[in-house]
Each structure stands twice: as structure tokens, then as C-alpha cells.
């Protein structure tokens, strides 16, 4: 491979992906479980899935905004580094004259 900084940023894309969607099924399996959701197998696996990512917004943010907003924070910024890696890996792709999209 001739480009392995094009293969990282597409893995990298990748991994922000998944976590993104592993935030929304989390907040999706919350709304349908109810009060239950604490006792779902499923949604503990999401908490453990998603905590890395909760952490990273629990550092990020100030001690003002509540546990129960992280979430949705933690959405917005993995949306927003998803969308600066797609910037990236086109100019990437201009600099080097490649046709990725």
C-alpha cells in the first residue's frame, strides 16, 4: 500500500463510526427498556461498550453539565471529529491527487 496515512484516517473513521452507533443503540435499547434497562443484559453491554467514550466527554466538559447529558455530548463531539476526519482524508486525497470518494 502506498498510503498507509489514508488506510489510518479510514480506520480511525471507522472506530468513531462504531462508536457513534453504539451511543445510539445505547440511547434507543434506554428508551424502549424504560426503568428496566438497568436489569437488560444488552444495555450493560452498551455501558461497557460506551464508557470509554462517556469518559472522554466527562474530561472534556465542565462539572456543570450533568451525567445525564453526557450522551448527548459525547454524540455531538464524535459527530464532529467524524466529520474532520472525512475533511482530512479529502485533503488528503487533493494533496496527493488520489480519487478516494
Given amino acids: 500500500m502506498n498510503h498507509p496515512e489514508l488506510l489510518i484516517l479510514g480506520v ?46 466527562r474530561m472534556l466538559t465542565p462539572r456543570l453539565i450533568i451525567d445525564k447529558h453526557l450522551p448527548y455530548i459525547a454524540f455531538a463531539v464524535l459527530f464532529w471529529i467524524w466529520i474532520a476526519l472525512a475533511w482530512l482524508k479529502k485533503l488528503y486525497c487533493e494533496t496527493n491527487l488520489l480519487q478516494c470518494f
Avoid: C, H, S, W
Fill in 12 to 57: 480511525l473513521r471507522a472506530l468513531v463510526e462504531v462508536a457513534g452507533l453504539f451511543l445510539l443503540g445505547q440511547g434507543l435499547l434506554g428508551l424502549l427498556a424504560g426503568r428496566g434497562r438497568d436489569n437488560n443484559t444488552m444495555y450493560k453491554l452498551f455501558l461497557i461498550i460506551t464508557g470509554p467514550v462517556l469518559r472522554m466527554a
